[in-house]
Structures are given as C-alpha cells and as structure tokens.
Antibody, heavy 119, light 108 residues
C-alpha cells in the first residue's frame, strides 16, 4: 500500500523560501504513468492545487503561484519536493503531496503538514 | 480558470436520509475529468468519485455521481454516521486544476 509522507519546517519567516519533501514508500516514483503533485489548504478553507510533475518530467503550475514555486522529482531518493519563494502569511496552510495516474484525479494523498509563515 | 461553485454550503441531515450535493462549473467540464472527494476533520481528502460517476476503489455504492457539462451531482443515498464530512468537487481537465469551495454535511 502506497504511503506518502510530507516533511519540512513547520514555521517559515516572511520573505523566505518554504521547502517541503514528500517521501514515496513503494518506489513508484520512477514508474511511468504517475503524476506527482502538491495541494494546499489554508486553515478552515478549501483546497488549492499548486503544481504537478509527470513521470516524463513535464511540470504544470497554478498560474497564481507559478512565479514563486518549483516542483521537482528525485527518483534516486524516492522523493519529490516543493519550493515556494518569498512567502507571506497567505502561504500559511496544510500542504499535501499526492499521486495520480494519467487521466485520473489524485488518489493517494499524504497526511499533510502545516506550514505557518510568521516572524 | 474554471470556477466550481458547490451548493449548498452546509447540509443538515439525519442518518438514513438522502444527501444531494451540487457542483456547478463556470465553463463546460469534460465529465472524464470531474472528481469528488470527502474530507474529515484533521485528515487528507479521500477520493470518492472520478469520471463524474465512477466510484473509487472501496467506496460503498450508497455514493453515486452524475452530471455533465456544467452541472454535476454527488448523491449519498442513505447517510451513515461516518459520512458526515466536507465534500469537494474538482476538475482536472483544464489548467489550473480547481476545486469547489466544499459542502459540509452535518448531523441535524
């Protein structure tokens, strides 16, 4: 059974870079047909898709965040990561990593990690 | 950007009752790319329905999805205690992928 686990600092200062890693338990990070993504949820609010990277290395970003975010997959470590630059309080959220198959929605999600932006 | 508007915002029902949740899109959505998720407090969303009407693995048949174009519906035929949660629709056929704002199904 696939498990995804987010890790990273829970507190980031304004204007700094938020860095998160998602560890994939079953080694499928290098397999074809999978897409790896990040979604976030501000406290008490709804879900916002951030970015996705495909098995072939294509990346897709939410235009509202594209100038500040980078997603990358590291098959050698069974991990993928997210960086959000120049954070503000509006970036405070629970960040989820997730996996989907081509043509399907995100089926497997990590438990989420709360990142607070505050000085 | 496709905006998904869910209604009602909150649905107050009793166990055993039928729940009907609506998701309306600002533009046509290919039904192949319409999904529904359930989220319980403190948990990640869990996939219920994909392709507008196909149940994900392990989802009981009291959950059903329907619709096309701009109007989609999630129906829970008889609410079980574990079904009280927040439900989100999502379209992933157009970028950016977007979610509705959610419908909370609460115990009356």
């Amino acid at each position: 059974q696939l498990q995804l686990q987010e890790s990273g600092p829970g507190l980031v200062k304004p204007s700094e870079t938020l860095s998160l890693t998602c560890t994939v338990s079953d080694g499928s990070i290098g397999s074809s047909n999978y897409y790896w993504g990040w979604i976030r949820q501000p406290p008490g609010k709804g879900l916002e898709w951030i970015a996705t990277e495909s098995y072939s290395g294509n990346t897709y970003y939410n235009p509202s965040l594209k100038s500040r975010v980078t997603i990358s997959v590291d098959t050698s470590s069974n991990q993928f990561s997210l960086k959000v630059r120049s954070v503000t309080a509006a970036d405070t959220a629970v960040y989820y990593c997730a996996r989907r198959v081509a043509g399907r929605p995100f089926e497997y999600w990590g438990q989420g990690t709360l990142v607070t932006v505050s000085s | 950007e496709i905006v998904l508007t869910q209604s009602p915002g909150t649905l107050s029902l009793s166990p055993g009752e039928r729940a009907t949740l609506s998701c309306r899109a600002s533009q046509n959505v290919d039904s192949s790319y319409l999904a529904w998720y359930q989220q319980k407090p403190g948990q990640a969303p869990s996939l219920l329905i994909y392709g507008a009407s196909s149940r994900a693995t392990g989802i009981p048949d009291r959950f059903s999805g329907s619709g096309s174009g701009t109007d989609f519906t999630l129906t829970i035929s008889r609410l079980e205690p574990e079904d009280f949660a927040v439900y989100y629709c999502q379209q992933f056929g157009s970028s950016p992928r977007t979610f509705g704002q959610g419908t909370k199904v609460e115990i009356k």
